[in-house]
C-alpha cells in the first residue's frame, strides 16, 4: 500500500522538533477554529478533520512523503489538502524539493476494478490511488498542497514563499499549450500533471482563517480565499474568453471594413475584400474599394455603358453619313467604320477631312488642306444660281485666306 501510518511516533527529536510540532498544532487549530481577528471568516471542520502522523511510500517503497498535516474538507469542496507548516529553519531549496516528491506520489496509479472497464486494456484499467482514497476531486490536477511559513519576519516569510515557489515551478505550473493555427504568443496551461500550491503565513492564518482572503497561489498574483486559490490560474476557458474576445475584435474590424466597401449602387455589403469572379475576359479577382461597386453592378454597369457607346456611336455613323464626305478620300467624314479614329460624334461643320485622312496629312507634313480657289466661270454661275458644291463655301473662304501665291495646288 502506498500510504501507511506512522501510529504514535512523534516526528523530529528536541527542542527543534517540539516547536515543529507547535506550529503544527497551531495550523491545525487555526483551520478548525477560523480567524482570531474582527470578522475574520470561520473554521471549517473539526480536529478530526486532520490526521497528522500519516506518511505515504512512493513506488519503490524506500522514499517517503510526510505531510505536516492532510486536510480532509469535502464539504467545502476540498476533499484533501496536504500541509506543509515551515519554520524557516531549512533551506528554500530544501522545502521546494518536497513538491516533486508530491508529484510523484499523486501519479501513483492502481488497478481500477470497476466493471465498467472490464473490456479496457490492462493500462486503461488504473486510477490514481488519490482519487479512491478522497474522492469528489473536481479540479485538474493533483490534490493541492498548503505552504503555511511561520517564525520570521514578514518580509523574510514573504521572500520564503517567493523563494520556494520559484524552486518549485515545475510541479505546479503546468504545461504551457498552444493552438498552431492561432497567429498569437497567446495560450494556457494544462494542469493535469501539476500540483496545485497555496502558501500562507501561521500569523495570517490564525487572523483570518482559512477561508480568509490569505493564500498565494503560486502561478497568481495577490491573494485569495482558499477555493478560489485552488482555481487553476491562465487555463484553457480563461484562454478561450480571450481568444472569443480576441475573435470579437477581429470580426468587429471585419466589418467595419466591409462596411466601408459597401456597393454604391445596390447598397450590398462584402464579406471578403477580394473574390474571384467569371467575366467575359475569364477569371478575374474583383477587389472591392470603398465608393466601388459590387461584381454585378460592375458588370451591369460596364453592359450599359458598352451598349450606350454603341449607341451613341450608331447615332454619330448616322449624322456623318448625311454630311459632306472626306474632301480627300471621298469617304464618310466620321471616318472608315470601326477604325481607331471613326468619329464617336457628329463632325463639326467646317471639317473637311476624315480624321484618317487628316492624320495622313499631319505625318506626311502636308500642310493645312486648302481647297481649290472658284473658277471664274464657277464664279459666274454662282452669281446666277447657288452652286451644288458642298465646298463651296469653304472655297471661297480659302481663295480669301490663302492668295494665290504660295498657295499649295
Ligand atoms: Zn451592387
Ligand atoms: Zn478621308
Known amino acids: 500500500m502506498v500510504r501507511s501510518e506512522m501510529g504514535g511516533t512523534a516526528r523530529g527529536a528536541g527542542r527543534s522538533g517540539a516547536q515543529h ?70 533551506a528554500p531549496a530544501d522545502v521546494a524539493a518536497k513538491f516533486p516528491r508530491y508529484r510523484e506520489l499523486f501519479r501513483t496509479r492502481v488497478r481500477d476494478n470497476d466493471p465498467a472497464l472490464a473490456d479496457r486494456e490492462p493500462a486503461d484499467r488504473t486510477v490514481h490511488w488519490w482519487r479512491r482514497t478522497w474522492p469528489g476531486h473536481t479540479r485538474a490536477g493533483y490534490p493541492p498542497v498548503a505552504l503555511v511559513v511561520t517564525d520570521a519576519g514578514p518580509v523574510a516569510l514573504a521572500n520564503r514563499q517567493e523563494a520556494v515557489g520559484e524552486l518549485s515551478a515545475e510541479c505546479w505550473r503546468g504545461r504551457w499549450c498552444r493552438e498552431v493555427r492561432d497567429d498569437n504568443d497567446d495560450g494556457w496551461r494544462e494542469y493535469d500533471d501539476a500540483v496545485p500550491i497555496v502558501a500562507t503565513t501561521l500569523e495570517l ?24 486559490a485552488l482555481e487553476d490560474p491562465n487555463n484553457r476557458a480563461a484562454y478561450d474568453l480571450r481568444q472569443a474576445a480576441r475573435e470579437d475584435e477581429e470580426h468587429k474590424a471585419h466589418q467595419e ?9 445596390c447598397g450590398d455589403v462584402p464579406e471578403e475584400e477580394s473574390t474571384w469572379e467569371y467575366g467575359r475576359q475569364g477569371q478575374v479577382e474583383w477587389t472591392r474599394r470603398p465608393g466601388g461597386r459590387c461584381w454585378p453592378c460592375h458588370q451591369d454597369r460596364e453592359e450599359r455603358l458598352e451598349r450606350e457607346a454603341e449607341e451613341q456611336l450608331e ?16 469617304g464618310s467624314i466620321g471616318g472608315k467604320e470601326g477604325s481607331k479614329l471613326e468619329l464617336r460624334e457628329k463632325a463639326s461643320p467646317d ?29 459666274v454661275a454662282a452669281l446666277v444660281s447657288a452652286p451644288d458644291d458642298p465646298w463651296w463655301e469653304e472655297r471661297v473662304l480659302h481663295a480669301k485666306l490663302y492668295p494665290v501665291r504660295g498657295r499649295r495646288v
Open 21 to 90: 510540532a507547535m506550529a503544527v498544532n497551531e495550523t491545525v487549530l487555526a483551520f478548525v477554529l477560523g480567524g482570531s481577528a474582527p470578522g475574520a471568516a470561520g473554521g471549517v471542520g473539526t480536529v478530526r478533520s486532520w490526521s497528522t502522523e500519516t506518511e505515504f511510500l512512493l513506488p519503490g517503497g524506500r522514499r517517503k512523503v510526510r505531510p505536516d498535516g492532510v486536510w480532509q474538507a469535502p464539504e467545502i469542496g476540498v476533499p484533501v489538502l496536504m500541509v506543509e507548516v515551515d519554520r524557516v529553519t531549512m
Open 205 to 228: 492564518l490564525a487572523a483570518r482563517g482559512p477561508l480568509g482572503p490569505i493564500w498565494w497561489r503560486f502561478g497568481r498574483s495577490g491573494r485569495h480565499c482558499l477555493i478560489e
Open 257 to 265: 471594413l466591409m462596411d466601408s466597401l459597401v456597393c454604391i449602387d
Open 315 to 330: 447615332a454619330a455613323r448616322t449624322a456623318n453619313a448625311l454630311l459632306r464626305p472626306c474632301w480627300t478620300c471621298r
Open 351 to 379: 471639317r473637311l477631312e476624315c480624321p484618317q485622312c487628316e492624320q495622313d496629312r499631319a505625318i506626311k507634313d502636308l500642310g493645312a488642306l486648302v481647297l481649290p480657289a472658284p473658277t471664274k466661270r464657277e464664279q
